[in-house]
């Protein structure tokens, strides 16, 4: 597609604002990570497709100097939503490891903190990012 390559490209690692049902879909697809892969990605490659082509679609929509500054935003903001549920799992399950199993209780309470579904409104602090 055009615009996406990172090759010479100012705009690569450039954060910039994405639309809410993006940033929505990054965030579901995390918890999802979580609830049924408990913090791997999983094997479901119809999963990862829909999402791939989620992301594709919504590349077209932009400007083609924009679409390779989104894919690094929403990149950014999924690593950045699974560290911090990552480390809240560490603080309520001591010695937990990705893929070892998390009580569901616990990710609910967690993806329900505000300090996780305010980094999806763009008005999280710990989000080094404002998208």
Not at 41 to 49: C, F, L, R
Not at 75 to 88: D, F, M, P
């Amino acid at each position: 597609m055009e615009g996406m390559c990172v090759t010479n490209n100012p705009n690569a690692r450039k954060i910039i604002k994405v639309s809410d049902e993006m940033k929505q879909r990054v965030f579901n697809s995390v918890k999802d990570a979580y609830y049924k892969y408990n913090g791997m990605s999983g094997d479901n490659e119809a999963e990862w497709e829909e999402m791939a082509q989620a992301k594709n679609n919504y590349y077209k929509t932009l400007k083609k100097e924009d679409r390779v500054a989104a894919a690094w935003t929403l990149g950014q903001l999924e690593i950045s939503i699974g560290r911090k549920v990552a480390s809240a799992v560490k603080e309520k399950v001591p010695g937990w490891t990705h893929g070892r199993p998390i009580p569901s209780d616990v990710l609910d309470e967690i993806f329900a903190d505000e300090s996780i579904t305010s980094m999806v409104s763009g008005e999280a602090k710990g989000l080094d990012m404002k998208i």
